[in-house]
């Protein structure tokens, strides 16, 4: 079987994706026309506007059904994987007494002018998440939730004044690339500090992906669907690895 695959929608290999943007234009008949112009131009074919309305003075909402002649080779991708394989928090507990020999510290928050601490809160609170406990009730982590609007320059001091050994920087916002910048700029500040090098600097947010995080100078990156048991088993493995080095 080919390894090389196309989306596909009703019949295997058709090509067949959805798109949606925003165009600033009012809606009407040729607004609908232009945006199947746009997505033609871009090299679909079979391009049919599902959807076309008014959002705002000025700007309209666009739905668009298309097919894609490309395809990819999915046996020539390597990602790096940060999740290990399943381990319970006691386990993780457990691994961290017998390879790390004391507690390890996590100091976690949402960077930026980013408010949204959904993310980091499921992974750091004592609750946690899908029934999966935060790093708050595991017994061999210390954990810092900072919360939200957290500057760069504030976290890597806190990293640095309070002996860090892993930080969970969370971003959800994305408009203009803010959450590269934020993230390039937290890894040049512990890179200037001195401190980089003792730190595991893990990126996260729904858009994060580990590709990106290695990228971004990152040990790793956590995206969406991430249970607080894989960051812990992975920080737990990382720690236990430099003990050994």
């Not at 076309?52 to 999915?74: E, K, L």
């Not at 609750?127 to 320059?153: A, H, I, P, W």
Request: glycine residues 10%; proline residues 2%; charged residues 25%.
């Amino acid at each position: 079987m080919s390894s090389f695959v196309k989306p596909y929608g009703d019949t295997r290999d058709d090509g067949k994706v959805q798109l949606s943007f925003t165009l600033p234009v009012e809606w009407s008949e040729s607004a609908d026309e232009a945006a199947r112009q746009l997505v033609a131009k871009m090299g679909f074919g079979d391009v049919a506007v599902a959807e076309g309305r008014r959002i705002a003075t000025g700007f309209s909402f666009f739905v668009v059904y298309a097919s894609t002649p490309v395809a990819v080779d999915v046996d020539g991708i390597a990602a790096p994987q940060t999740k290990t394989h399943a381990m319970s928090m006691d386990e993780i507990d457990a691994f961290v007494r017998e390879n790390v020999g004391r507690k390890i510290r996590v100091a976690g928050a949402c960077i930026g002018t980013d408010a949204h601490t959904v993310g980091i809160d499921a992974i750091l609170n004592m609750k946690g998440y899908k029934g999966d406990y935060g790093l708050e009730r595991y017994k061999e982590f210390e954990t810092f939730n900072l919360g939200s609007q957290v500057s760069v320059e504030d976290l890597a001091r806190f990293v640095r004044d309070e002996r860090i050994d892993a930080v969970l920087a969370s971003q959800v916002v994305t408009q203009k690339g803010s959450d590269i910048t934020n993230f390039t700029a937290l890894a040049e500040i512990l890179e200037a500090e001195g401190v980089r090098e003792n730190v595991l600097l893990i990126a996260g947010g729904p858009r994060v992906t580990n590709l990106l995080a290695a990228e971004l100078g990152y040990d790793a990156g956590f995206g969406r669907g991430t249970l607080p048991s894989d960051v812990a088993a992975f920080v737990a493995q990382r720690m236990a690895d430099r003990v050994l080095a």
